[in-house]
């Protein structure tokens, strides 16, 4: 539960990065402002304690009739995440709490990743070129089909 809440800003901050138009071959790549700023950082953090929050909200007890194989009861209809974690009072501040100390970390992973995204981007190219090079290789060793047969 823990892990979907912190990577999911991972998963929404790399759209921009993905959205970025290709390097031309040779050049530099551009990366998007969004992954270098630190405020992403604190933004991605502030919105994985609200989602924390609204997951632990979340009704499941019919899913989890459902899964027994069983009709969902007006107790099943009611149960929440929050409630199968223990129905701790304290968790909201316990999630809050794991967010704020993860935060260095998160913006740590955002910074890295930015810092690498050139030379990902970099190899990815030169696979794709060795990959058609193959591909030529191979096409060109294929017979001709209208080639006489003896």
Not at 28 to 46: C, N, S, V
Not at 129 to 146: C, H, K, Y
């Amino acid at each position: 539960m823990r892990a979907i809440a912190l990577l999911l800003p991972f998963a929404l901050t790399a759209t921009p990065a993905l959205a970025a138009e290709p390097a031309a071959k040779g050049g530099q790549i551009q990366i998007p402002h969004e992954l270098t700023d630190p405020a992403t950082g604190e933004k991605l953090g502030r919105m994985a304690g609200v989602l924390a929050r609204a997951l632990m909200d979340m009704p499941v007890g019919e899913l989890q009739a459902a899964v027994e194989g069983r009709d969902a009861t007006a107790a099943d209809r009611r149960r929440t995440v929050r409630d199968i974690a223990g129905g701790d009072r304290n968790l909201d501040h316990k999630v809050e709490t794991q967010v704020a100390e993860a935060m260095p970390r998160l913006q740590a992973g955002m910074q890295a990743m930015a810092a690498s995204l050139p030379a990902i981007m970099a190899t990815l190219q030169q696979a794709a070129e060795q990959m058609e090079g193959t591909i030529d290789r191979a096409r060109a060793n294929l017979p001709d089909p209208t080639y006489p047969k003896r």
